[in-house]
């Protein structure tokens, strides 16, 4: 089993920057990819930036150029730095990893609690 905590998610000003940490927690040692996604009301959850276990990274489109992925060597926090925000930015965001195993429970994605950012015009 993987616990995810999310933090750093808040109210900010078009224009500027929020910094959200993903801390994990059981069986790390597992952990390959992590992630993140966001989810707006009314909206399908998609895919914000992703980074493997190799550190290759993903981003989407909206988001390039913008948000930063980034994770430490022991592979237990993800870091999503947020630049330049964007009313459109506005959404809760989730934490993802994904284990090379299954759990007890045959489980091999987790996802965090979210965390809430919403940008003002």
């Known amino acids: 089993q993987v616990q995810l905590v999310e933090s750093g998610g808040g109210l900010v000003q078009a224009g500027g920057s929020l910094r959200l940490s993903c801390a994990a927690s059981?069986?790390?040692?597992?952990?390959?990819?992590m992630g993140w996604y966001r989810q707006a009301p009314g909206a399908p959850r998609e895919l914000v930036a992703s980074?493997?276990?190799?550190?290759?990274?993903n981003y989407a489109d909206s988001v390039k150029g913008r948000f930063t992925i980034s994770r430490d060597n022991a592979k237990n926090t993800v870091v999503l730095q947020m630049d330049s925000l964007r009313p459109e930015d506005t959404a809760v965001y989730y934490c993802?990893?994904?284990?090379?195993?299954?759990?007890?429970?045959?489980?091999?994605?987790?996802w965090g609690q979210g965390t809430q950012v919403t940008v003002s015009s």
């Open positions: 980074i493997t276990g190799a550190d290759n990274t």
């Open positions: 993802n990893a994904r284990t090379t195993v299954v759990d007890a429970s045959g489980i091999d994605d987790f």
């Open positions: 059981g069986s790390i040692f597992f952990i390959n990819d």
